[in-house]
């Protein structure tokens, strides 16, 4: 990984860190389409607004998409991110 991507990892990983926030996007992997409420549904410890909040850093970081249906919005995985971690990861030699 050269150092102009370093950035980008950064933000990846700082994402991935919090356990709300990987739970959130595991659902996300497996239920692709998945909308805020049925998430915020499945949080039972976490309110509407915290899991908007926790899907604005893993949105950002480029984790997820968001797409607007009507009044819902509909949350997938972005597969080309993870494939950079693979290959950040292949690199260190984990």
């Known amino acids: 990984?050269?150092?102009?991507?370093?950035?980008?990892?950064?933000?990846?990983?700082?994402?991935?860190?919090?356990?709300?926030?990987?739970?959130?996007?595991?659902?996300i992997a497996a239920h692709p389409g998945v909308t805020t409420t049925e998430l915020t549904d499945g949080a039972a410890t976490v309110t509407r607004w915290a899991v908007m909040k926790h899907l604005a850093v893993l949105r950002d970081a480029g984790l997820i998409q968001t797409m607007a249906?009507?009044?819902?919005?509909?949350?997938?995985?972005?597969?080309?991110t993870l494939a950079s971690l693979r290959g950040w990861l292949s690199q260190i030699g984990t």
Request: charged content about 35%.
């Open 69 to 80: 249906t009507g009044r819902l919005r509909r949350h997938y995985a972005e597969k080309a």
């Open 1 to 27: 990984m050269t150092s102009r991507n370093r950035p980008v990892l950064d933000k990846l990983l700082t994402a991935l860190s919090d356990p709300t926030r990987r739970v959130l996007f595991e659902a």
